[in-house]
């Protein structure tokens, strides 16, 4: 070795003796980035904080982005970038901008030399396709998807990302002339762009998981079965959403495409004329020409969700459900939270939410009518039935609520992800699976005490906000977040939730279709936290018994289409019976529960940006059902439900 060499070395070593590890200046495809370097006060070591890093260029409107041209010399990254345009939680106005196409990353670093080879794990954030950002919200002073608690708790990369959402991501004429998909080809491009990249920071681009909650899990089911995405993924985390979920592909989208030209004054019935029309609108009208009314609904919100991702024949080559092959190699994990329907349940019936008022026969009958428009009466008639059974030995208000709940939550979440874990299985070559249900109770202030985990509850704890923020938090919560860091980051790491650095409170044991395996995940897990089969007898009946009812078209299929008052925009669904209804979404930055002070309080969780988005499954008739035999998950080829 020469002296140079020595020097050099030696001067490493010093430097880093002083400061800690850091990356300093990173190269990057683009040109060079420079982070902040922050020391962690409890563990002594450090994170490197990347913020604002562009993995695209500024796109057009209703275009696909492009490649980002880079840059001379260091861009300093070190604040978020604006989200992409969006609606504010009134509707009334937009935030954010168009060039928004940035991503951050966080990088643990130990005391002495600088990480190499970690596990990377990529955030697709939640709000319905309409609303949402990579930093999330702000709560008791800290973004709810700060990736700093993961990263340095579970030794991972944590990157996330912004992408375009509403009419402007998802805004489709059903043909080549505005195929759709922006924003989802924006997920795609930061994933692409983190496979090409993230060894400059000491990631390794072999094990790249990703993971995301309401919408954004159904678009990381999605991004795992687009051909485009092949050899860049090797492990995926649906938490509350999958491809397969009634509100994650619209089927029409030309009707909701018609919607918006109309408002802003483009022409309807020729497409060509309508895409050319449409990208020289200006893009904040475009944005605002859609409105999700939340009050007074005629139909069950679901039915009022417009923008979402289509089947292109390219980036979605076909039905999500005949996709799965894709999937074969990439290990997946996917869960629901036990209440995730209870979030749009109290918009759809907000008496579920009030003490003192009922919830009657008619009032579950028509809500009832409205989730499952696609049979008719007959499919209204069974599904009732089904549904009120058990009210024959206990019709009490809080049975009732819950079965308001448990309808939504079937319909919006639990049946879809039972049969993508299905299909996941059926198609899985090297994969493994794991399915999971979240149920530690909400701690929403002003929840009656039956609800259990509502939609969205789970990102506090998997961003680490009980370690981030201890105030708002108990000791139990505390243990639910280190259990879900754990798993999802050994995960990470290996593939399998059970091994790695961080211990786990028990076993999870992988799903398969006959044992029905599944994790239930609360403050309290052992042995016994391992279940089977998750409402078996529902999914046969959605899987079997309704798909079977024949399809109502025409008149009468759907009950007289929602007319849209002067403001309120959305039409929702006329027609026909595909026409599948989209995802809630609820507010913004809704929601973040404020932040009350002491300790003891409440801490009322982040929600959020997420919080939005589901939606059903719709499909034909005539794709093969697939019998329910035995005990086994409500049967070995998944189907696809139409509401
Ligand atoms: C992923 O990371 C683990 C742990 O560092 C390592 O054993 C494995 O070889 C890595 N690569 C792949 C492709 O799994
Ligand atoms: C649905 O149930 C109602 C009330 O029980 C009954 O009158 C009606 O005929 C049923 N409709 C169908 C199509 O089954
Ligand atoms: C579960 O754990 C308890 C207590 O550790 C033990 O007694 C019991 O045998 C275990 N059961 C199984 C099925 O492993």
Known sequence: MGRLELVVLGLTCCSAVVSGAKLGSVYTEGGFV?????????FGGYVDIFKGIPYAAAPKVLENAQRHPGWQGVLKAKGFK???????????????????????????????????????MIWIYGGGFLIGA?????????????????ATRGNVIVVTFNYRVGPLGFLSTGDPNLPGNYGLRDQHMAIAWVKRNIAAFGGDPDNITIFGESAGAASVSLQTLSPYNKGLIRRAISQSGVALSPWAIQKNPLLWAKRIAQKVGCPVDDTAQMAKCLKMTDPRALTL??????????????????????????????????????AADIDYIAGTNDMDGHLFASIDMPAIQKHKQPVTDEDFFKLVRGLTITKGL????????????????????????????????DILFLM?????????????????????????????????????????????????????????????????????????????RNGDPNMGPLAVPTRWHPYTPESGDYLEITKKMDNSSMKQHLRTSYLRYWTLTYWALPTVNGEGASPAPPTD?????????????????????DGPDVTPAPPTDGPDVTPAPPTDDSKASPMPFTHDPDAGPVPATGDSEGAQMPVVIGF
Request: glycine fraction near 6%.
């Open 134 to 150: 990579a930093n999330g919200v702000k709560f008791l002073n800290n973004y709810l998807y700060d990736g700093e608690e993961i």
């Open 289 to 326: 020409a859609y409105k999700i009314p939340l009050t007074g609904l005629e139909y069950p919100i679901l039915q009022y969700l417009g923008f979402m991702p289509v089947i292109d024949g390219d980036f979605i080559p076909d039905d999500p459900v005949n996709l799965y092959a894709h």
């Open 416 to 492: 879809s992800t039972k049969i993508a874990l299905a299909q996941h299985r059926a198609n899985a070559k090297s994969a493994k699976t794991y399915s999971y249900l979240f149920s530690h109770p909400s701690r929403m202030p002003f929840y009656p005490s039956w609800v259990g985990a509502d939609h969205a509850d789970d990102l506090q704890y998997v961003f680490g906000k009980p370690f981030a923020t201890p105030l708002g938090y108990r000791a139990q919560d505390r243990t639910v977040s280190e259990t879900l860091i754990a798993y999802w980051t050994n995960f990470a």
């Open 82 to 120: 604006e989200r992409c345009l969006q609606a504010t939680i009134t509707q009334a106005s937009t935030h954010g901008g168009e060039d928004c196409l940035y991503l951050n990353i966080w990088v643990p670093q130990g005391k002495k030399e600088v990480s190499r080879d970690l596990p990377v």
């Open 565 to 585: 008052g002067p403001d309120v925009t959305p039409a929702p669904p006329t027609d026909g019976p595909d026409v599948t209804p989209a995802p809630p979404t």
């Open 34 to 42: 420079e982070g902040v370097n922050k020391k962690l006060g409890l």
């Open 378 to 409: 007959r499919g209204a008639n069974a599904t009732f039935d089904f549904y009120t059974a058990p009210w024959a030995k206990d019709s009490s208000q809080e049975v009732r609520k819950k079965t308001v709940v448990d309808l939504e939550t």
